[in-house]
């Protein structure tokens, strides 16, 4: 089964601190992707990573940024952390090309204070 | 870029009842379409999915899905949903070639009273 890990599950932040999230897949997959849940509105794409150190923006990317040093990790940072940022992230990886289906983490329920 | 419409943000039924979930999707070429569902609790899990041939498609648990592609829908099916179906539910797209991306609908809470 793929295996997609999340760093933490619940995190509490203070407004202004830099955050990292942390994620892990064991599939070799090439796809990586990070999205954040709100209530009423589905999930969002935040950025994503076709490959070793390329980087995408997705949707909403405004306050973050992303690191991915190999391949079976992807980080989302939160360079100066907001409240607005309160939300569920969620991870996901994904194989290849040509719309092939995404594998989930367990989410980051992120607090900012 | 494609978007997707999820017709209900929320749906309460009685165990027994059947299940329809609309979703619709804009895009201009061709795309894979899936349904994933998060029960409380836990991760976000593939439920079915059409990328192409037969678009009636058969997921876990005695769910499936019609692609209309006239229509650009992608209705969600169950004959008779029972308390544990209780979850949220998300229609995606993504084109077909290339690096592409999931794009998710708003989602559907589904709540089956015993």
């Known amino acids: 089964d793929v295996k997609v890990t999340q760093s933490s599950r619940y995190l509490v932040k203070r407004t202004g601190e830099k955050v990292f999230l942390e994620c892990v897949q064991d599939?070799?997959?090439?796809?990586m992707f990070w999205y954040r849940q709100d209530p009423g509105l589905g999930l969002r794409l935040i950025y994503f990573s076709y490959d070793v150190k390329m980087k995408e923006k997705g949707d909403i990317p405004e306050g973050y940024s992303v690191s991915r040093e190999k391949k079976e990790r992807f980080s989302l940072i939160l360079e100066s952390a907001s409240t607005n940022q309160t939300s569920m992230y969620l991870c996901a990886s994904s194989q290849g090309q040509g719309g092939t289906e995404a594998f989930f983490g367990q989410g980051t329920r992120l607090t900012v204070v | 870029a494609q978007s997707v419409s999820q017709h209900n943000h929320h749906v309460i039924l009685s165990e027994a009842a059947s299940l329809e979930l609309g979703c619709n999707y804009s895009y201009g070429g061709t795309v894979n379409l899936f349904w994933y569902v998060q029960y409380p609790g836990q991760h976000l899990q593939l439920l079915l999915k059409?990328?192409?041939?037969?678009?009636l498609v058969k997921g876990i648990k005695g769910f499936e899905a019609e692609f209309i592609k006239s229509k650009f829908s992608f209705n969600l099916r169950k004959p008779s949903v029972q308390w544990s179906d209780t979850a949220e539910y998300f229609c995606?797209?993504?084109?077909?070639?290339?690096?592409?991306?999931?794009?998710f609908g708003k989602g559907t809470m589904l709540l089956v009273s015993p």
């Open positions: 059409y990328f192409s041939g037969d678009p």
């Open positions: 995606a797209v993504t084109p077909n070639s290339g690096y592409s991306t999931l794009t």
């Open positions: 599939m070799d997959h090439e796809n």
